[in-house]
């Protein structure tokens, strides 16, 4: 049998069951600091316990113009392989500062994207996160004109503050890695980096500078897309032209992927004849054998850090950057020659 639905408990019900006003059941259940004694302020709350009543918040938001929700607005980070932990952090933050999440994705369509953010405004959200699966330079669209925005995992012309990972010492970290192994010599870079490519210039720029610390360099790049066939079919060729590589630095863990099984199938072995560094610390890093030292997206600590400047006190411009954790495993060992 279909079940009736419960009339809704009104605050005036409240009132007439504490025998007060209107008014006086509004201030004692809205938490404001007002002259009731504290006999008929718990009248009032008991009453609101015993009949269930449930504050109207869409009411109080309009009243109040703050509805303790945000809105985040993604691309295909929800259904992408990347972004649960951003939204996690995001949450978790939301949480402790009384907020709820309102999370929407437009899966790249430039139609829905706007009328997401129109309907996000329109349910009075207190403020926007702006994110994006991969780390990018992007053209804010209008319906954010006027919002209160945090980017998130991109960056922009803009004003607003963006959190992104920093990319450039997270490469530092990952030379450090092969040289505090001992490596100096024989190490190869595996992927493309295109400078329209935020993560691949600026993980390029660190490694760089890292191995320069101790004067190495770069002896070879091998330009291929961040997938493994292709980093399979590039180290294969890489290999099979003579090339002898000590470490393989991997612009990210499906590049590592590719390049685990081109080394197999030439019959060397992770970590005793060459080590391998990567970057992302997706499910790859430890699935692998041995499992992969990687460098991390700090996913959680930004979507933490995005909602505490969204909700803070203090006005904040620029990229802010957030470290990549280090995941040392056991694929990088000292030169065996």
Excluded: K
Excluded at 1 to 14: C, E, F, K, Y
Excluded at 35 to 62: F, I
Excluded at 126 to 147: C, F, I, K, N, W
């Amino acid at each position: 049998m279909p079940t009736t639905a419960r009339p809704r408990v009104r605050l005036r019900d409240v009132a007439e069951h504490a025998r007060v006003s209107a008014t006086t059941a509004s201030l004692v259940l809205g938490g404001r600091d007002v002259r009731v004694s504290e006999q008929t302020r718990q009248r009032v709350l008991r009453a609101a316990r015993e009949l269930d009543y449930r504050p109207n918040l869409t009411a109080r938001s309009l009243r109040t113009q703050v509805s303790s929700t945000i809105g985040l607005v993604a691309d295909t980070i929800v259904t992408g392989h990347y972004g649960g932990e951003l939204i996690r952090g995001s949450l978790t933050a939301a949480l402790a500062h009384g907020h709820r999440l309102l999370v929407c994705e437009y899966e790249g369509d430039p139609v829905l994207e706007p009328m997401l953010i129109e309907d996000l405004v329109a349910r009075q959200v207190d403020g926007l996160l702006y994110t994006t699966a991969s780390h990018d330079r992007v053209e804010l669209p209008d319906a954010l004109a006027g919002q209160r925005v945090v980017l998130v995992n991109c960056e922009s012309e803009s004003s607003h503050p963006s959190v992104v990972p920093d990319e450039a010492e997270g490469g530092r970290a990952a030379a450090r890695l092969l040289t505090d192994a001992g490596h100096r010599e024989g190490i190869v870079l595996v992927g493309e980096t295109p400078t329209t490519s935020l993560p691949a210039s600026r993980r390029l720029e660190g490694v760089t500078a890292g191995l320069a610390e101790v004067g190495a360099v770069v002896a070879e790049q091998l330009d291929c897309s961040w997938w493994p066939e292709a980093a399979f079919d590039a180290v294969t060729e890489a290999l099979a032209g003579g090339m002898r590589p000590r470490a393989l630095v991997c612009l990210n863990d499906r590049i590592a992927l590719g390049t685990y099984q081109a080394l197999g199938e030439a019959g060397l072995s992770v970590p005793g004849d060459v080590s391998v560094v990567s970057f992302d610390d997706s499910e790859l890093a430890s699935w692998l054998r041995p499992a992969l030292s990687t460098i991390a997206l700090p996913e959680f600590e930004m979507g933490r850090l995005a909602v505490d400047l969204l909700l803070g006190e203090e006005a904040v411009t620029g990229a802010v950057l957030v470290p990549m954790p280090v995941r040392e495993r056991g694929s990088v060992a000292p030169p065996s020659r």
